[in-house]
């Protein structure tokens, strides 16, 4: 079995042994080339229909393309022909997770630890697992074992920070998330989850004081310079950078439905689909459709009965291949929103435009709604999401020290009355929780003029 995936990439112009071709094909899978990827897997299973590893990389491959159910089938034959091999049960266990099948996923861990009892990452996920499903002892138990069999894992110490910040033993967090630094200075949780632990707690010096360290170290890296204005409100810019989406969703791709519905009742598509639909005639297939931002399609399969055209918009490619495995969408495109609205073929050619907590990541609205009037036709829909801003929002919008604008309703009004929108709808909702509270925010129709 393939323990680790190479580093090294076998030259595809010459004839490959077997165990090349997986290799190449793995290292073809972590740059992010699915579609050469799966075209190897699946030449490598007409020679050897059982290959194990093969199966296997090719249900993670499909997972990554949003397309988790044949995942499963995938990875199920994968231990059918290697019942003795932890990894692939471990990862099962991931994508029931993901899939909110999470008695299925704790199974898949415990079988995975009953053949390797001393694999920190497999005690790692089972923790989360417990996390999740509110198993507090029990979760905080299966890291601190993640870290004695693996004083190193760091994400078992990351995973301890948000355990103790959950139960506000605020300190016992901050000091497991410096450990998480010491670990890995140079990935991103560490940093970030010690600053938002401060935050939590109102200290938004200490917060600020983290990420000025963190952007002093990797002064390019996007999250820190984003999250250094998040905290200070000192160089706050008009919308998040482009690199800053980039990383964070991309990071974020695999585990961000599970993230969001799974941990944090997240409802911020429904929410604008079920306001959206108020106002659309009887669904026919008859309407050209636009999600703008629409990450992992969430948002597709609910208006996809309205929808002649349904096109999304996103610049994480990691999020675009999820959206794929929805298999509604005709074209997805990896482009900024606004740049994308800009273009002279966009004007006039949408009946809807969309966006569940997209628009959270800008500040100023006055551009991208001005862009949506260019792009709709009259009498076209704009639907979307925000976080609603409290009474010291400023000009009517904030960049809140959890790296989100939030806006308040009267700003919102006139933007769109501003950009020639009819206003149908501002209402207040919560959009999920975070931190055990709920997240509020505004749904907003609004009909071009």
Same mark, same amino acid.
């Given at each position: 079995m393939s323990q680790a995936m190479?580093?090294?990439?076998?030259?595809?112009?010459?004839?490959?042994? +077997?165990?090349?071709?997986?290799?190449?094909?793995?290292?073809?899978?972590?740059?992010?080339?699915?579609?050469?990827?799966?075209?190897?897997?699946?030449?490598?299973?007409?020679?050897?229909?059982?290959?194990?590893?093969?199966?296997?990389?090719?249900?993670?491959?499909?997972?990554?393309?949003?397309?988790?159910?044949?995942?499963?089938? !995938?990875?199920?034959?994968?231990?059918?022909?290697?019942?003795?091999?932890?990894?692939?049960?471990?990862?099962?266990?991931?994508?029931?997770?993901?899939?909110?099948?999470?008695?299925?996923?704790?199974?898949?861990?415990?079988?995975?630890?009953?053949?390797?009892?001393?694999?920190?990452?497999?005690?790692?996920?089972?923790? $989360?697992?417990?996390?999740?499903?509110?198993?507090?002892?029990?979760?905080?138990?299966?890291?601190?074992?993640?870290?004695?069999?693996?004083?190193?894992?760091?994400?078992?110490?990351?995973?301890?920070?948000?355990?103790?910040?959950?139960?506000?033993?605020?300190?016992?967090? $901050?000091?497991?998330?410096?450990?998480?630094?010491? +670990?890995?200075?140079?990935?991103?949780?560490?940093?970030?989850?010690?600053?938002?632990?401060?935050?939590?707690?109102?200290?938004?010096?200490?917060?600020?004081?983290v990420f000025r360290q963190w !952007?002093?170290?990797?002064?390019?890296? %996007?999250?820190?310079?984003?999250?250094?204005?998040?905290?200070?409100?000192?160089?706050? %810019?008009?919308?998040?950078?482009?690199?800053?989406?980039?990383?964070?969703?991309?990071?974020?791709?695999?585990?961000?439905?599970?993230?969001?519905?799974?941990?944090?009742?997240?409802?911020a598509p429904q929410l604008v689909?079920?306001?959206?639909?108020?106002?659309?005639?009887?669904?026919?297939?008859?309407?050209?459709?636009?999600?703008?931002?629409?990450?992992?399609?969430?948002?597709?399969? +609910?208006?996809?009965?309205?929808?002649?055209?349904?096109?999304?918009?996103?610049?994480? $490619?990691?999020?675009?291949?999820?959206?794929?495995?929805?298999?509604?969408?005709?074209?997805?495109?990896?482009?900024?929103?606004?740049?994308?609205?800009?273009?002279?073929?966009?004007?006039?050619?949408?009946?809807?435009?969309?966006?569940?907590?997209?628009?959270?990541?800008?500040?100023?609205?006055?551009?991208?709604?001005?862009?949506?009037?260019?792009?709709?036709?009259?009498?076209?829909?704009?639907?979307?999401?925000?976080?609603?801003?409290? %009474?010291?929002?400023?000009?009517?919008?904030? +960049?809140?020290?959890?790296?989100?604008?939030?806006?308040?309703?009267?700003?919102?009004?006139?933007?769109?009355?501003?950009?020639?929108?009819?206003?149908?709808?501002?209402?207040?909702?919560?959009?999920?929780?975070?931190?055990?509270?709920?997240?509020?925010?505004?749904?907003? $129709?609004?009909?071009?003029?």
């Amino acid at each position: 079995m393939s323990q680790a995936m190479s580093q090294e990439v076998p030259s595809p112009s010459r004839e490959m042994n +077997l165990e090349e071709a997986i290799q190449y094909a793995i290292a073809l899978q972590r740059n992010n080339q699915l579609e050469g990827a799966e075209t190897l897997y699946r030449r490598i299973l007409d020679i050897v229909p059982g290959h194990p590893d093969a199966l296997h990389y090719l249900g993670l491959l499909q997972f990554q393309r949003g397309r988790p159910e044949v995942a499963v089938e !995938l990875i199920v034959r994968a231990i059918d022909q290697a019942p003795d091999y932890p990894d692939f049960l471990s990862n099962l266990g991931n994508i029931h997770t993901a899939l909110g099948n999470l008695e299925a996923a704790a199974g898949c861990y415990r079988r995975a630890l009953e053949i390797d009892p001393q694999r920190a990452d497999f005690h790692n996920n089972l923790g $989360v697992l417990y996390r999740i499903t509110g198993r507090l002892e029990e979760a905080e138990a299966a890291f601190l074992r993640a870290t004695e069999l693996d004083p190193r894992h760091f994400r078992a110490f990351n995973n301890l920070g948000m355990l103790y910040a959950a139960q506000d033993r605020i300190q016992d967090a $901050v000091q497991h998330y410096c450990r998480s630094i010491t +670990l890995m200075p140079s990935h991103p949780d560490g940093h970030k989850l010690l600053g938002l632990a401060y935050y939590s707690i109102g200290q938004l010096a200490e917060a600020a004081e983290v990420f000025r360290q963190w !952007l002093a170290e990797q002064p390019d890296n %996007p999250t820190a310079r984003h999250m250094l204005a998040s905290c200070s409100g000192q160089g706050v %810019p008009d919308r998040a950078e482009d690199d800053y989406i980039v990383e964070t969703f991309d990071r974020f791709a695999d585990s961000f439905e599970e993230q969001l519905q799974v941990r944090l009742a997240y409802r911020a598509p429904q929410l604008v689909v079920e306001a959206l639909t108020a106002y659309l005639p009887e669904p026919a297939g008859q309407l050209d459709i636009l999600d703008a931002g629409c990450g992992t399609g969430l948002c597709g399969p +609910l208006v996809a009965p309205w929808a002649a055209r349904l096109t999304g918009v996103d610049l994480s $490619v990691g999020m675009l291949q999820k959206a794929e495995g929805k298999g509604c969408y005709q074209h997805l495109y990896r482009i900024e929103l606004t740049a994308f609205l800009d273009q002279p073929a966009e004007e006039g050619a949408w009946d809807v435009i969309l966006s569940a907590d997209t628009l959270c990541y800008f500040g100023p609205l006055e551009a991208v709604t001005a862009g949506a009037r260019r792009a709709l036709r009259t009498g076209g829909l704009l639907a979307f999401s925000l976080e609603e801003a409290g %009474p010291d929002a400023g000009p009517g919008h904030v +960049l809140n020290p959890n790296g989100r604008y939030a806006h308040s309703s009267g700003y919102v009004q006139r933007c769109l009355t501003g950009a020639r929108f009819g206003v149908l709808h501002i209402g207040p909702a919560v959009l999920r929780t975070e931190g055990g509270k709920p997240v509020n925010g505004l749904i907003v $129709v609004a009909r071009a003029d």
